[in-house]
């Protein structure tokens, strides 16, 4: 079944495969990392890892982002050797074991690094997720048009290390539009197909609370912009400033706020905790009019 915002367009990722967006997707993460805020440890073994990955498959994520470098505010980069020490050993077993088992699912790669995203393209992933938007390391803008995946243009200010120092912006809507309309023109006429672009606004990355609120209220703005919507809320600390809220507390408004967003057009959402989005996605479509996930 399609969704209220329907006319939202098909995202092209590595190999000319369309994700259709006219009905809302999971994107399960794997954190590969000592450090993640939400499970920091727990999937460092590759083994481990993959085991991760093929349960988040079996709760209904249709993609899987793994990632080697905690994002979180205040983290500290990672060498490029550490990441992908961490990274491609997960991608690569990943790669084999849904080969088998689950050809339809997406590999994704977080990562700001050009080299780490180039080495887990070519081990299987189809996705790069970039939280710099080709910033931090221009040589990312190469790999992406010799490889032509599909590609999460995240907006963010400064770095995790400094991100949430004070960040202040006139009018958050505008700024991150604008933001958005001058990293893809860099990316087209870097050689990036348009239609392989899909936008975040970086919830939690570089905002105060008020930030995220208003970009969360007004989301539905961006799709002017003429690209699908990812967002990732799942447990963000924000919910503490609204709520008061600690990380084991944060499940229910995480939902509530999955099906709001998801009536504003929000069609990727990337989460911990894939079996609960799968089940209020699926609850909301069959309120919604019918027909499932």
């Not at 440890?41 to 991760?52: I, L, N, Q, T, Y």
């Not at 099906?259 to 069959?286: I, M, N, P, S, Y």
Request: aromatic share 6%.
């Amino acid at each position: 079944m399609d969704l209220p915002v329907n006319s939202v367009p098909a995202w092209r990722i590595k190999g000319e495969r369309f994700l259709n967006m006219n009905h809302p997707l999971i994107m399960g993460v794997i954190n590969c990392t000592p450090d993640s805020f939400y499970d920091g440890g727990r999937h460092r073994h590759p083994d481990e890892a993959v085991r991760r990955g093929l349960e988040l498959v079996s709760e209904g994520a249709l993609i899987l982002d793994v990632g080697g470098e905690s994002t979180r505010p205040g983290a500290l980069p990672v060498t490029r050797e550490e990441e992908l020490e961490r990274v491609l050993p997960v991608m690569q077993r990943l790669s084999a074991a849904l080969e088998q088992s689950h050809p339809e699912v997406v590999l994704s790669v977080d990562t700001t690094k050009a080299e780490v995203a180039a080495m887990a393209l070519a081990a299987g992933a189809a996705v790069v997720n970039d939280i710099s938007a080709c910033r931090f390391d221009p040589g990312l803008l190469d790999v992406l048009r010799q490889y032509q995946p599909g590609y999460v243009l995240m907006h963010a200010l400064g770095t995790p290390a400094t991100m949430q120092s004070n960040p202040y912006y006139e009018n958050v809507l505008d700024e991150v539009r604008r933001f958005f309309e001058q990293r893809m023109n860099v990316l087209v006429q870097s050689g990036l197909s348009e239609d392989a672009i899909i936008l975040d606004p970086g919830i939690g990355f570089g905002k105060l609370l008020e930030h995220n609120l208003r970009l969360l209220r007004n989301i539905d703005d961006l799709l002017q912009l003429g690209r699908p919507l990812l967002v990732g809320i799942s447990n963000k600390s924000f919910w503490k400033g609204l709520l008061g809220l600690e990380l084991e507390e944060r499940g229910s408004v995480t939902q509530v706020a999955t099906a709001l967003l998801t009536v504003k057009g929000v069609r990727v959402h990337r989460v911990h905790d894939v079996l609960e989005t799968q089940r209020t996605l699926r609850v909301f479509q069959e309120l919604s009019g019918g027909g499932s996930c």
